[in-house]
């Protein structure tokens, strides 16, 4: 069902210098599942970390924060599917606790050098005994090329595994950049996504990082949505191991740019392959807003227009009943919208301007890009000089199926 | 499909003295269906109304609002369906115009005494010949028991006529209040609904009917949502003809409290139709928030609960997979919510409190609750002491089918 979501092969994922994987089957939720991650992580890998803002923070994402303001050399990352451990009070706050000081033992290191991670069901006790009892499986599993497998061992709903994987030579070194995401449902990140676990060998100083971590996920897990639900868990790690010999401690260095312009791309393509495979997606949108007064404006009517259940069906049908965008962009907050300066293109056919339809407009050329797999929908707002963009998919029977099915 | 919708069969709808309807087939979209309407109202009735806040508002709803503005004697009101004459810029509001010049030469007024209403497909140009065409056909079916008639003719997905109807003494006379509403999708109000009307033969003083029209829409119209999308032509109209004696001129009137609790009840009865009848609701929902610092912030729960599409197909597969409500109730925009003080109820039974699942919290209790076809969701913030309470449903696979077929 995934939207034109390319998958690497095994030998197309560049393995990252100083980070090890291990994944093992601990039957959190399900028997014979890969539901268990652990990165170990090289002595000197900077780490920063975005959190959701759901005010239900899960207790993995309080744990995370917390640990990573701590300030110690991060040493491992675990991450469990099948159990969210979101809305469980103090007995969840331990049950991840556990989980942490568990892994430091194996791994011979502090509990705050442990950044924990959960996905799955809310409001219900994370097992905990079988997270521990599958820990030394996947330390037995550690390895470098074990990408892979990890982006299936922290799927839930999700059909495909989410991998990018490039190498750039920058500043006279040759740096790799490899991620993984997942998440499929519950997808309005605000200020990261479900997980999203992103890897350089470029060496970065941690306070630099933690500021482009916050500019890299406002331009790629800030800008997707598929349902307008904000998890409980969104998480989103920059790992930079600087094994690669690159190494950048300030936003004036030569090679800064470059490997910011990297990692943004990377994010953005683990972000973007979250909508392509988004629960019963059949088309994937790119909602480009122009001509706004602000961002914040920008993205008022690209979300408006992106949640809108109306549009978003009128997409799975392939029906050009764009009357339901103009609706949307109409309730979208602009007090003062003049609609009648208000342009809206599909790909580039021209489809409403001066406050009606374009007399121009045809039918055929609206479901001509209708039927597209990828469809570009443009709104020039004629307020201003701002431009941003949201990511979304369109909304399927198959969506209602898996959510009215999924846990039951 | 509708959820405990009551129609109130021919004898148990009041006509309201003063007030006559007729309806025709004018062909409009589809030939052989009842979709025009005109109310006739006796000089001396007062009208108000509140209209949508969508920047797109339909030329109709400018124009109704043009011609409440102008204050003249209001005749009458035309109603058609299968176009919403929205998003149709200059030449919508020619058609407009036209439309309400042509009934005011039949009906021997002036066209700013007449109130137009469109409803149906956006962005497409409204068959005013057929229409006008039409007129005389209603103009010669006008008669005070056509309430019945009226309520289908203004259906557009609506599978049920919407009625509410009741008589009250009130001040020592015998008042009727009777009304129609429609609307299936495109839901979520914002000061008014897709279309309502509500009559009463008590007399209220122009001013005074503006401002009750505002508040009645607050505590009705304005707590409903199917799918948050707030429509292009949402109209709520009262008209109160005085012909039952009764009059009241001011709030400190003795019979005003009743009038306007009576008018009030007949509102949320019609707005809560709307849901009952809602595109493939099978479950109907009251989204109560107490404990709320203020109307606002109650609000924003309540609606970030009634739009979450996975709480909504939860409901939808009586799936108690309440994590859902807590994470929406997380991403309400309450930046200080303390989540150790939120409790949330179905029904009676205590699902969640001190930031977790309820110790007592069993399974089957929620299951039992969500089996059902009328369910409260309560949620207590521990802010404040203001309560609200919104109207929804759940979120079918009909709700897809309805409205990727609907146009096409």
Known sequence: MAVNLQIPSESEIFPVPGIEIGVAEA????????????????????????????????????????????????????INTGNANAGTGADGMQR????????????????????PFSTGVILEPLPVDRLVAGLPAAIANLGPNNWFSAAHGIMTTDTQPKIASVRRDIGGKTVTFTG??????MIRPNMATMLGFLATDAGIAPELL??????????????????????????????????????????NDAAYAELHQALSAAAAELAQKIVRDAEGATKFMTIRVEEAGTTEEALKV??????????????????????????????????????????????DVLVATAGGRNPEYREEDGQRVMKKAEILVRIALGRGSVTDTVYTCDFSHDYVSINADYRS
Chains 1, 2 share one sequence.
């Not at 991840?96 to 950044?115: E, H, K, M, P, S």
């Open 27 to 78: 039957g959190i939720r399900k028997a014979g599942r890969r539901d268990l991650t652990v990165f170990r992580l090289a002595p000197g890998t900077s780490v920063a970390g975005v959190f959701t803002r759901n005010r239900f923070r899960a207790a993995p994402v309080q744990v995370c924060e917390a640990h990573l303001a701590a300030g110690k050399q991060i040493a491992a990352l675990v």
């Open 210 to 251: 933690k500021r482009m971590a916050r500019e890299i996920a406002d331009v790629s897990f800030n800008r997707i949505t598929v349902d307008g639900d904000t998890s409980t868990n969104d998480s989103f790690i920059i790992m930079a191991s600087g094994q690669s010999g690159l190494r950048v401690d300030s936003a």
């Open 96 to 115: 991840c606790n556990d989980t942490c000081a568990a892994l430091a033992r194996l791994l011979d290191v502090q509990a705050d050098q442990i950044l």
């Open 180 to 185: 993984i995401s997942k998440g499929a449902g």
């Open 302 to 347: 690209a979300y408006a227009v992106a949640h809108s259940p109306l549009v978003k069906t009128a997409f799975y049908a392939s029906d050009p009943n764009l009357g339901r965008i103009l609706a949307a962009v109409g309730y979208a907050g602009i007090d003062d919208l003049d609609t009648a300066k208000l342009r809206l293109w599909l790909d």
